[in-house]
Structures are given as C-alpha cells and as structure tokens.
C-alpha cells in the first residue's frame, strides 16, 4: 500500500526516456533537483542520503547525455553542475537551495542560445523543443513566443521577426521573475526561513545572470558595481534587498508595444480590483471565514504586483509607480496580519492606475471588449450551470454591455442586419430559438446560445477586423446617415407636405423645423460628449433614452396625424382642437424628436467608423448619404404639386401613419432592450431583417401588439367616417 | 485506506496514458472513470443514510431527548457516530478522487460547489445553490457544502449549534472535544441531500459530452488551487490549526484527489493534442504532474506516519506545489494557444 516506492519506480522507469533529449535531460535535473531539496529537509538518516545519492546519480547521468548538444554553452552548466554537486554532498541545505536556482538559470540561459540559433536557422521544431527549457509568465499568460515559433513554422513570420519576439518575451518573464524572486527573499528574511531565503538569492543572482548585458547595459558600470556589492550583502544582510529593488526599479528589458501595455495595465487593474473582492469575502473581523477567498486575495496581490513590476518603467509618472507599490506593499502586509483596511488601499491603486493608463484601462473599448465577452460569457454559463439565476441575470446584462456599445458601434456600419440578430440573442431571441435573457428568466441551460453568441461575435469581429477600402467607407457611411436619417426626412416633409394640403402655409414652420433640428444635433453630440467626459452613460440608460424618445416622437407624430384627418360633420369641433395642435412649436419638437432619437446613437457609430477609414471617406459618405435623405424628402414635397390634392393628402397620410407605426415599434423595442420591459418572442410574425431594419416589425409580441394598437387608433378617423355612412346607406334601404 | 485515491488515480493515469491512444478515447476514459467512481458516491451516500435513519431511530426511540437516549443506549449509539463518521470517509474519498474532473468540466462545476466546496448563502461568492428540506419539514436555505460546511463539523462535533449533548463515545470516561451526540434530524437531511445531488451529479455527467476545450479548461481552472489547498492544510488542526472543516482527515488527501483527477485529465484527454503538435512541452508538463503528486503523495506518506513539519518546511513545500502548479498551468495555456483551444472562464 505504500505509494511512494512505487512513484519513485515508476519516475525512474520513465526517467532515461525524458532524458534522451536535451530539453529532457533539463527538465529532469530540474524536477531531481527540486526533489532533493525537500529530502534536505528531512532529518539526516541512510535511507535519506542513499536516494540524494542515487538521485545526483540521476542528474549526473542526464547532464552526461545532453551535455555535447548544449554546444560551448556547457561550460557555464558544467560548473554550475559541479557547484550543486558539491553542496549536496556537504549536506550544506542552503548552499544547496541557492546552487539549485543556478544551476537551472544556466540551463534555461543555454537552452536559450539553442533556441535562438534554431530560431536563426528557420528551424522551428528544435525552437520549440529549447523553449521548454525556460520560466513561464505566471500572471501575463504570455504566448507570444511560442505562437511566433509556430508562425516560423508555417512560414507566416521570418527569423528575425521571431527571434525578437521570443528573445522578448524570455527576457520579460525573466525580469518579472527577478522581482519576484526579491519579494519573495524579503518575505523569507521576515518569516526566518533561511533555506527558502538562499533559493531566493541564488534566484536573484541566476536571472540577473539571465539577463547578461540587457540588464547590465541598463545598469552600467556603476550600477553592475552596486549590485555585486548588494547581492553579496543580501547573503547576511537581507536590507540589502531594497538596494537590489532600488536598483532595478526602472529596468524594463524590452518595451512593451502599446497595445501589450494597455493588456498589462488592464490585467493590473482587475488582479488589483479582486483583492479586496476576495479579501472582504475571505477576512471578517481579523478571522479567516473562507479560506480559499483569503488565499486568492494573497495570489491576486501576488500577480498585481509582478504586473506592476513590468509596467513601472514604463510609467511617465514613476511616483505614481512607487505608490502603487507601496500600496501592494501595504495591501499585503494588512492582509497577512488579517487587518482592516484593505479596502482603501485598493480603491487609491485603482485611482491611481486609471490616472496613469488612461481611461481605455477602464472603459475597455472594442479590443476589451472582444476580449471580454467570452469570458464574461463563461462566467454566466458557470452561474447557470450552479443555479445561481439572478447571478448569470447579472452577468447576461454585463456581457451585453460589452457587446453594446463596444462592439456594435463598429458592426453597425458593416453589418447592420447582423447586429440586430447578435443583440436578440443578448435578449428574447426568437420562438424556435429562445435567447439568453429567455432562457435565464426561465431557467434553463443556456450553453448553446452562449456558444452561438461566441461563434456570431467571432464572425462579427472578422467583419469588424477586414480593412475597409476608401470606397466601402464611404458606403457605409452613406448607409449609416441614409438609414437614420430617412426617417426623419420622411416624416418632416410628409408633414409638411400634408399641413400644406390641409392649406396651412409651410414657411411657418420652416423656422421651427430648422431650430429642432440644430438643437437635436447639438443636444446629440453634448450628451456624447457629456458621456464621454463627464458621466458614464449605461448601454441600458442610452437604450432607454433612445425608447423613450421614440415613443414620445410617435405620440406627438400620432396626435397630429390624428387630427390631420379627422372628418367633417359632426366632428368638425373635434377635427378642430386636434389641427390646432400642428403648431410651429409642436413641428419643431417633433423635428427635434425624430432626429435626436437616432442622433446621439450615430454620434458614436461615427466615431467608431473613424477608428479605422480615412476621414475624407467618410465626410463624403456623410455628404452622400444626407444628400440621398434630403432627395426622398424633396420628391415628397415635390409630388404634392403634382398629384390631385386629395390623394396625395391620403398618401401623405398614410405615410405618416407608417412612421408611426415604426417609431412605437422602435421605441418599445428600445424599453426592451434597457430591460424596462419584458419581450415575448413570436413565431407567426416573420424574422426578417429588412423588416426590422426599415420598418421596425420585431417578431416580438409587445411591439407588435403596440404598433396594432397605434395602428388602430391612426384608423380611427376613417372608421369614424366610415360608420354613419354605413347608417344612413342602412336606414335608405 | 488512506492512500487508495493516490493509488487508484496513478493506476488509472498510467493506465489511461497507456490505452487512451487517442484524444476521444481519453475523453471517454476520463467519463467512464467519474462515473464509475460516482456510482461509488452513491453507494457510499446511501449507506451514510442508512447510517443517519438509524442513528435517527435511535433517538426518536426516546422522544427526541438526547439526553435520554445516551443513557439508555450509549453504545449503539457510539457504533452509530462512528459508522456515519466511517461512512462520510467512504463516501469523502470516493467524491476526491472525482472532484478535479467534476469542479474543471463547466457543465458540473456546480456539484463540487453543492457536494464539497460551496459556501453557504450568507457568503457572496461560491455559494452552493440549493435548499436542503430537512425531515421534520424545515428548509435550509442555501446552507453551504453538504461534505464540509454541514456533515463534517456536524458529525465531528465542531458545529456547536447542533451539538445536542456530550457524550464519552470511546469511552475513556470523559468526553473529549468532539464526542458529542448531534442533531439527527439534520444528520438525516444531509445525508438525504447527499444521495439526492450525488445521483444528480451521476445525471449530469453522463450527459456530459466529453471535449477538449472542457479538458484544457478543467486542467487551467482546477491545477492551481493545489496552493489553495496547501494552505488549508496549514490552517487545518492537523498541523495543530483551529479550522472547523477538515477535522475528519487531512486536507493533503483532497489535494492529492484533485492533484489525481487534474493529472488524468491531462494524461488521458489533453496529452494527446498536446503531444501531436509538440512533443517536448508534453512530455514537460507530463513530467512536472509527476513532481507534483510525488510532492503531495511523500508528505502525506510523512503526515501519516507521524512526522512533524517545521513552519519553514510546511510553507516550502506549498510554494514549491504552487510552483509547479503554475508551470503546469502556463505550459497549458502554451498548447491551448497553439491549438487554439478556447480556455473557459
């Protein structure tokens, strides 16, 4: 029943197989290696010492067969080698917790070489196979390296282009390491563990070594002074450590591109945010009251730290560095007394690293966003999957925060139809195929529709991702103000055009209409600026001013059509307070209605469209498209001295009507999507996006039941009319 | 008894590597293998039920006085604690050896939270999310981990709520911490509620379809809580700490259940589309799984036997497993972008 002979049998049975390749053979005197160290823990005993010394057997076996292909770079591993050797033999613990962490840094420093050469010659196979020779990123989650070695297998990237990357990226984790390896000596030197401590060092001492001339060039000859001297003081003087930081504090091997320090200053901000988020679950009144919280907390500061640690030399402001770290410095030290406390110390982090990388930190933008929503999306499959139903709500609202605006703003132009069909499965979904909001409401699984999410989003991204041609932005751009401006264009000149029918003079109200129109683009783009500067605006409050807005257009629209045709007769009072309300005030506000209903929306659309075309391309969409709106309003006006008045009265009418119709079915659906609202998917209504797009027909039960009911009141006048005709052809016959 | 998870899941990752020759017949071993051992779940959770109504009997027998029943029947009574206690063990093990495969895999996660690892609703994160009914009616609102935040403290005698009334089981003439009679209507609902989520679970994981982004994922998710776990077995009062949990055996022989299931997860369903496009950074991270168990599995063999740990000694050895457990993770994270397999949550 005893395990261990057994694993040690079976270790050593696969042992000369690892051990035939070179990466093999350091990989396996690194795990020897690791497990000799604990047997120096134990008491000293015959048993103990045999397998330390068949185990340096091990490693001495392994060195022998791989030796010759580690090429001139041997002879550092060589004496390494010989050092360890020597202090495990002397049953010197320390000694031996410090030669270890040599040892491995000149076998990760020589495999490198191997790896670079390879890398030189196009051979990506050896490069991959040295590159499992080496420190991983604990906290980046780096892959850089081995995706470029695999492009130079490929053939999608050249020598040099890896080579620099995967040089890169050893030395990036290799200087996170240092400063690890520093935080973690002064936490031993605290706690008197004076085995860990010596590993510590020769860590230290092993990467700095790593680092060769990048690091000493840095430095230079005062510096490389000062850190001999350091490092030798450490050995009995652990107060040396802070020189070491000191010394390396604004040491960076290589820059970081933009992009991958936005990705750093986000991962530093959310590793950040969860330490207090697991500290104040893990920690009540100075006890432990779940451990794996308390833990966590720990590993979050850890990695907020190693992160901070690659950033800060690139930070303008290196007091803002400084303080950050000595607020990690402190968030640990309250934590690992179990203090109060914590929480202060990470909402000044927090401020401070939204105040030294810039808003994109926190708000997130499209490449947050892409990177977000999925996982965001697992989250709330893991919530459901637990039962935790008002949880995976929650989560359901965030994930469509992502998507809308971050996503949508810059899908809008490309794929208009797509969009709609992405945010329905945000939402209600359709009858065969319920989405996420339906399926949570009624709890059930929701994995397939948040795989279809994930698969729609990677298929938005790549529309999103293809550059746009000088002429396709234009287009889109045209599309953009075509689409939301028609509207509007239709429904002021059909009003126009009917007032005049009913023989009210349209230069009343061209005064007003100018005046709601200005004041709709300016109130647009302050409430985006507003939003972009002053206060954060919520998917679900845009959508709800957007709803909100559009139904108050289609109630005024409405009560005007309403009384533009109301009959004759016995109605004639009725008809006459109803046409007194087309007004020039009321036109005006009408106008200001339907064009900041769609105003602040295309603001951002815009914005998002420069992101990535030529603003000239644009500007001439703009042009274009405007132009298009404005030649459909026009023809409007323009018919109406063509055809007999009466029937363009009707068609104007009906026109009207049909806008209606559209803008309540746009602003209920608006409520649904800022969650005012519930939405009950239908499947006898058709689901097409022309429908959706242009005339607002949702296959959705509350909006259609809305846009009926308006429907049926715009009939009410011609009904009205309709019934004493009826009567009096009855009463004749 | 103690060392069958080690033994049974080395057997099983040795013999997985060795017939699971390709990635959808070590996605299928790795199901078999859970279902297998939560059939033994159940069998182990009925028979603690069992255990529970007799236990309950026996009390009721005397009008639900607690006091009264001891005296009339101390010693079925003692043979009744200790075949719960014997029977949460069994059924203990049984859900460690599975909890690394059943916690990783999305679609089941929330077992682990329900059975072993969930918080009660008071906590904001974490929670178990489900009501426990009780057999007199009552209705536990989410009251945390069936395993260790209700039935460990419970039938080990650290829940003081429900501590009825000491009593001398082993009969050395005193009662010593922990030799209490407990509530038996909650004893009887747990166990109820054991063997309810235990089949739940069984449901739900045969209708698990076995893939690789759910493997990569369960091996990334579930390979670094070793640390966690570490640290649990520092706090815990087998290295002389005042938790609650983990009284019943030590905390190592749930790290080493997880550690178990991470490694056959890897071994079985992973290795083999990791090996396919690099060899080298498979058989690294086959290699650093072996140091890894080896680590647990020698200082557990240590624990067992007696030995003592220094606090220098205890807290190496939990940098020295997340060490490797993070290096693991990396080399993971490595062959998932190179595949381009989608790491979930």
Redesign the interface.
Request: glycine share 8%.
């Given at each position: 029943?005893?395990?261990?002979p057994?694993?040690?049998s079976?270790?050593f049975f696969?042992m000369p197989l690892?051990a035939e390749?070179p990466?093999?053979a350091a990989?396996?005197i690194r795990?020897e290696a690791?497990?000799i160290?604990?047997l120096l823990?134990?008491g000293q005993s015959a048993a103990r010492d045999a397998e330390i010394k068949d185990r340096l057997q091990q490693i001495a076996t392994s060195w022998e067969q791989a030796a010759p292909q580690f090429g001139a770079e041997r002879d550092a591993v060589d004496s390494a080698l010989a050092d360890y050797d020597a202090s495990v033999r002397a049953d010197d613990q320390a000694a031996a917790a410090k030669s270890r962490q040599l040892l491995w840094a000149a076998l990760m420093a020589a495999a490198r070489v191997q790896a670079l050469a390879a890398i030189d010659a196009s051979d990506a196979q050896a490069a991959?196979?040295w590159l499992?020779v080496r420190d991983?990123?604990?906290a980046s989650?780096d892959?850089a390296a081995?995706?470029a070695v695999?492009a130079l297998g490929d053939g999608t990237l050249d020598a040099a282009a890896t080579h620099e990357t995967v040089e890169g990226e050893l030395l990036t984790v290799a200087a996170s390491e240092l400063r690890l390896a520093i935080s973690?000596a002064k936490e031993d030197a605290a706690?008197?563990?004076?085995?860990?401590y010596a590993g510590d060092l020769g860590r230290i001492e092993g990467l700095a070594g790593y680092l060769g001339s990048n690091l000493t060039d840095h430095l230079g000859d005062q510096g490389n002074a000062q850190l001999e001297q350091a490092l030798a003081r450490a050995e009995t003087d652990p107060a040396a450590l802070s020189d070491i930081s000191t010394l390396i504090a604004g040491y960076s091997p290589v820059r970081l591109s933009p992009e991958e320090k936005l990705r750093r200053a986000r991962l530093l901000r959310r590793f950040t945010a969860l330490v207090w988020?697991e500290y104040?679950?893990g920690v009540r009144n100075g006890e432990?009251?779940?451990?794996?919280?308390?833990?966590?907390a720990r590993?979050f500061r850890d990695r907020a730290a190693i992160i901070l640690g690659d950033l800060v030399p690139q930070m303008q402001d290196t007091a803002q560095g400084e303080r950050l770290g000595a607020l990690l410095a402190e968030m640990k030290a309250k934590m690992d007394a179990r203090e109060d406390g914590v929480e202060p110390l990470v909402a000044e982090a927090l401020a401070i690293i939204e105040a030294s990388f810039g808003e994109a930190v926190v708000q997130g933008g499209y490449e947050a966003a892409v990177d977000a929503l999925?996982?965001t999306l697992?989250?709330l499959?893991?919530m459901a999957?637990?039962?935790?139903w008002s949880g995976a709500e929650l989560k359901r609202l965030e994930a469509y925060s992502w998507f809308d605006p971050d996503i949508e703003q810059r899908l809008v132009p490309r794929a208009p139809a797509m969009t709609l069909r992405i945010e329905a499965r945000f939402w209600e979904g359709t009858a065969a195929r319920p989405g996420l909001g339906k399926l949570i409401e009624d709890q059930l699984p929701v994995?397939e529709e948040v795989a279809g999410i994930?698969e729609d989003v990677l298929a938005a991204r790549a529309k999103i991702e293809t550059p746009v041609s000088p002429i396709g932005a234009a287009l889109q751009s045209a599309g953009i103000v075509f689409r939301e401006g028609l509207e509007a264009v239709l429904i002021i000149a059909a009003l126009l055009a009917a007032l005049r029918a009913e023989g009210l003079q349209p230069s009343r109200f061209r005064a007003p209409i100018a005046a709601g129109l200005v004041a709709a683009l300016l109130f647009s783009f302050a409430l985006w600026a507003a939003a972009r500067w002053l206060f954060s605006l919520s998917t679900l409050a845009r959508e709800a001013i957007e709803g909100g807005t559009a139904l108050l257009a289609a109630a005024v629209l409405t009560w005007m059509v309403l009384g533009l045709n109301a009959g004759g007769g016995h109605v004639a009072n009725f008809r006459a307070k109803l046409a007194g309300i087309a007004n020039p005030w009321t036109v005006g506000s009408l106008a200001f209605l339907v064009v900041f209903r769609e105003g602040f929306e295309t603001v951002l659309f815009y914005e998002a469209m420069l992101v990535d075309a030529s603003a000239g391309s644009v500007l001439i969409g703009l042009v274009g498209g405007g132009a298009a709106a404005l030649v459909a309003g026009w023809l409007i006006l323009a018919s109406g001295r063509k055809l007999p008045l009466r029937l363009f009265f009707r068609i104007t009418s009906v026109l009207l009507s049909i806008l209606a119709v559209v803008l309540v079915g746009a602003g209920i659906r608006g409520l649904q999507t800022a969650a005012l609202i519930s939405a009950t998917p239908v499947a006898w209504f058709p689901d097409r996006d022309w429908l959706q797009l242009w005339f607002g027909l949702f296959p959705v039960a509350e909006p259609l039941a809305a846009q009926a009911l308006t429907l049926a009141i715009l009939a009410l006048p011609w009904l009205w009319r309709q019934l004493p005709r009826r009567s009096r052809v009855g009463r004749a016959s | 008894m103690r060392l069958k998870i080690a033994m049974t899941m080395t057997t099983v990752v040795f013999a997985g590597a060795a017939f699971a020759a390709t990635e959808e017949q070590g996605l299928e071993s790795v199901k078999a293998f859970t279902l297998e051992h939560n059939d033994a779940l159940i069998v182990e959770a009925e028979k603690m039920q069992t255990a529970a109504e007799d236990y309950a009997a026996l009390i009721d027998a005397n009008g639900g006085d607690y006091v009264a029943a001891w005296a009339a029947e101390p010693q079925k009574l003692a043979e009744s604690v200790q075949a719960l206690r014997a029977q949460w063990l069994a059924a203990s093990n049984q859900y460690e050896t599975i909890e690394g495969i059943v916690a990783g895999i999305p679609s089941t996660a929330k077992y682990d939270l329900i059975l072993d690892a969930g918080n009660p609703g008071t906590e904001a994160e974490g929670v178990a999310e489900f009501d426990l009914t009780l057999p007199d009616g009552t209705v536990l609102e989410k009251p945390g981990s069936l395993f260790h935040t209700i039935t460990e403290p419970l039938f080990w005698g650290t829940d003081k709520d429900h501590v009825k009334v000491e009593a001398d089981l082993n009969g050395n003439g005193s009662a010593d911490p922990g030799e209490v009679l407990f509530d038996a209507n909650l004893a009887l609902g747990a166990a109820q509620g054991m063997v309810k989520w235990a089949k739940a679970l069984r449901d739900d994981m045969a209708a698990w379809e076995p893939n690789r982004d759910d493997a990569f994922t369960a091996v990334v998710t579930m390979t670094p809580t070793v640390g966690d776990y570490f640290g649990e077995w520092k706090e815990s009062q087998f290295l002389g700490g005042d938790e609650a949990a983990f009284v019943a055996q030590s905390r190592l022989i749930d790290v080493l259940g997880i550690m178990g299931g991470c490694q056959l997860m890897y071994s079985a369903a992973v290795s083999p589309v990791v090996a396919t496009s690099d060899a080298a950074l498979d058989s690294a991270v086959t290699n650093d799984f072996d140091e890894l168990i080896a680590l647990v599995s020698e200082t557990r063999e240590r624990e067992a036997a007696g030995e003592t740990f220094s606090a220098e000694e205890a807290d190496a050895l939990g940098s020295e497993a997340q060490d490797i457990a993070e290096r693991i993770v990396s080399q993971v994270l490595q062959a998932a972008a190179k595949n381009g397999v989608e790491i979930k949550g």
């Open positions: 029943m005893r395990i261990l057994l694993l040690i079976l270790i696969a690892r390749t990466w093999g990989d396996a795990s690791g497990r160290e604990r823990y134990r991959s196979d499992t991983y990123a604990r989650g892959t081995a995706l695999q973690r706690a008197d563990h004076p085995t860990q988020e104040g679950n432990i009251t779940q451990p794996l919280e308390y833990y966590e590993l999925p996982a697992d989250e499959q893991l999957q637990a039962g935790d994995a994930k | -």
